[in-house]
């Protein structure tokens, strides 16, 4: 049986007011800045880079060699993307809620290494208690030196400042976060340059991080970049959180190594989720946020790495894991994940602004009991038109990767349960109503 | 209503001195007008311009892409029912259609005694609650029926007043910190940073050789 892990992000878990100050420094906090500091910048991404972490925000880029590409420049920037908007996905809400210490120190760390002019934190804007406790961990942070100028009694100075967003999912792509801490509408930016590293905020170098991604950085300086490598397996490395939702009996956080936990383990163990209600089965789970192809209960043996799922068919992505029983419709579900993206769509790429609102449209229709049986080779075609030959990795023919993910759920949905949708077409109804 | 004034008028500065270009407060003031108003009244969108060097247009332009800025008056408390997929599967249709009832709203509308707007949003990544709603991004869950008609209680009563601010998730989000550096001393101190690190990089090209 897995045993659950949590030893790292999630650590100060149990602790009563794990956001505070006091509770922090008393369980170890800022002796990963302290370490870091006494290093250069170059040995703190060498940890970083032998951690072999891969980011947490959805793409799985090693942050190590991010922090290496970033170009050279007098001003640059780091900011932290806490825009967390992925449907079922709610770790770095609790980690901005519940260790925002953490995260600033982390922060802090992820400034030092690259030699940030300035820190923004971006939190979402919806994050309302997120917002007062992260502030309140930047205060503390300047309470105690470890913020403004000679950090530590150290040469390095910096500056954190809190960003809230104002609700807009495309604003988690991390263009489209620049964008909007500029003052603007979220618009991802149109590609190359493709990374910030090169053309970020106000035109200067800058590095985007998940908020789990730098709040796992003071463990890892503090403990060795080995240490974290000495965990999971392969290029997943480390420990991660996993936001499991849907009908299991214990939704919930739950950090686990990476790889050494089946999607199996995950759902039905008793002491992680608990398996579905009484006389469930299951249908179908989404391995990594609603971009993600569903898989089937015939793959959950899979691992929860990386690669693992990546060669199967789906990702990862931001490890949120929504299992489905079987009296879910799945017409409907792959109809609500569709709605989500003609509602977030930025509009500024005809196929993923149009293909959302049609295919959309149809999902609704079908699920009304007022599609026709031509409408499942509708909806193949418009996801056709928007990530052509249906691909997985799908093709990318718009300025960002919302545009490519709108078809996963449709596509694979008509392939997994092509009988349902053919039942409301014929029914002239859900037969889950 | 409502120019910044006085309190909010030096909070509001505080705000612009953050960034590097004063445009990138929009946003935060956009919530700081939120705070005394609800939503982004006219008058707050023309000071807005003012304190960041734009315009009305840019600001209205911003402003109008997100969600959470409000362009018309709304209730003193907006409630904001999650429908996503893991709400939904867990009942947030149904959750919706309770908050409608118990709140006295349609989605989009206000009840007629102006306490509750009620909206269907996306996730609110709080899904380990489902289905959950938020009353002033103050969030519920998970919530049935009772638990609906218990909140309004609790919220017509002052007893969640503390729990469940105005308007403006900004209204508690107090930056105590000394002023920040100005940008040209951390230019000087990154170029000294970089001369170090290209010193230290020689010396091992040099001891390797
Ligand atoms: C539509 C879209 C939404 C995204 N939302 C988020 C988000 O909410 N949080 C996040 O950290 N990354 C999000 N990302 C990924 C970011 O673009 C970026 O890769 C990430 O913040 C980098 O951090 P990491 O390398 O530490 O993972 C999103 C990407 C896309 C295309
Ligand atoms: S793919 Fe969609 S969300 Fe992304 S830039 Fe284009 S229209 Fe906007
Ligand atoms: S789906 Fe409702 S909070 Fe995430």
Redesign the interface.
């Known amino acids: 049986m897995p045993k659950q892990v949590g030893k790292i992000v999630l650590a100060r878990r149990e602790l009563e007011n794990s956001y505070e100050l006091d509770v922090y420094l008393s369980s170890g906090g800022y002796e990963g800045l302290r370490k870091a500091l006494s290093m250069n910048p170059e040995e703190v991404t060498a940890q970083v880079v032998e951690s072999n972490i891969l980011g947490r925000g959805g793409a799985g880029f090693e942050a190590g060699r991010k922090w290496s590409m970033l170009k050279s420049a007098t001003r640059r920037y780091l900011v932290v993307n806490g825009d967390e908007s992925e449907p079922a996905t709610f770790k770095d809400h609790f980690l901005i809620e519940n260790d925002p210490n953490q995260l600033v120190e982390g922060t802090i760390i992820a400034a030092y290494a690259i030699g940030a002019s300035r820190a923004f934190i971006f939190l979402r804007g919806e994050f309302a208690l997120g917002l007062e406790r992260v502030q309140e961990a930047i205060n503390g942070a300047y309470k105690i030196g470890a913020l403004g100028r000679n950090i530590f009694g150290s040469t390095f100075s910096l500056d954190v400042v809190l960003h809230p967003g104002a609700g807009a999912y495309i604003c988690g792509e991390e263009t489209a976060l620049l964008e909007s801490l500029e003052g603007k509408r979220g618009f991802p930016r149109i590609k190359p340059p493709y990374f910030p590293a090169v053309i970020g905020l106000y035109g200067e170098p800058t590095i985007v991080n998940n908020v789990e991604t730098v709040s796992n950085l003071p463990w890892i300086v503090a403990n060795g970049g080995g240490a974290f490598k000495s965990l999971g397996e392969g290029r997943s490395t480390g420990t991660r959180i996993f936001a499991l939702s849907g009908q299991v009996k214990n939704p919930g956080l739950y950090e686990l190594e990476m790889v050494k936990t089946s999607f199996r383990d995950l759902i039905f163990s008793e002491e992680l989720g608990g398996g579905l209600r009484e006389g469930r089965t299951l249908k179908a789970v989404i391995p990594g946020g609603v971009s993600a192809p569903w898989i089937t209960p015939e793959q959950i043996d899979l691992p929860l790495g990386q690669d693992e799922v990546a060669k199967a068919g789906s990702m990862l992505g931001s490890g949120s894991i929504i299992a489905m029983d079987d009296s879910t419709c799945m017409v409907r579900a792959a109809w609500r994940i569709s709605r989500f993206f003609m509602r977030e769509s930025c509009g500024q790429c005809t196929p993923c602004r149009e293909g959302s609102s049609w295919i959309e449209k149809v999902m609704a229709r079908i699920e009304a009991g007022s599609g026709r049986e031509e409408d499942l080779d509708l909806l193949m075609d418009l996801c056709d038109n928007i990530v052509p030959g249906v691909s997985w990795p799908p093709a990318q023919t718009t300025i960002c990767v919302l545009g490519p993910s709108i078809p996963s759920s449709v596509a694979v949905g008509i392939r997994m349960f092509r009988d349902e949708f053919l039942t409301h077409i014929k029914e002239g109804g859900c037969p889950f109503d | 209503m409502s120019r910044f004034e006085q309190q909010v008028l030096a909070e509001a500065l505080e705000i612009v001195k ?4 004063r ?6 003031l ?2 700081l007008a939120q705070s005394m108003d609800g939503y982004l009244a006219k008058d707050a969108i023309e000071h807005i311009a003012e304190l ?1 060097g ?1 315009t009305s247009a840019e600001v209205y ?3 109008s ?5 409000q362009l018309r008056p709304v209730g003193k408390y907006v409630v904001g029912v999650c ?4 709400c ?3 009942g947030g249709y149904e959750l919706l259609e309770e908050a409608e009832s118990t709140f006295g709203a349609a989605v989009g509308e206000t009840s007629s005694d102006g306490l509750f707007t009620v909206e269907e949003v ?7 609650r ?1 289905p959950c709603l ?1 009353v ?3 969030y519920f869950g998970p919530l049935n029926a009772e638990g609906v008609a218990k909140l309004k209680e609790d919220l017509v009563s002052g007893h969640l007043s503390n729990e469940v ?1 105005i308007h403006g ?2 209204s ?7 002023e ?2 100005p ?1 040209d ?3 000087d ?3 000294r ?2 001369a170090s ?1 290209a010193e ?2 020689a010396a091992q090209r040099s001891g390797n050789a």
């Open positions: 953050l960034y590097p270009e445009k990138s407060a929009t946003i935060p956009c919530h960041t734009t332009g911003t402003a892409f997100y969600d959470m800025i429908t996503n997929i893991a939904m599967l867990q996306e996730c609110l990544a709080t899904c380990d489902a938020h002033n991004y103050r601010p998730v900004l508690r989000v107090k930056r105590y910190a000394p920040l550096i940008m001393e951390i230019d101190l990154r170029v940073d970089d690190k230290r990089a």
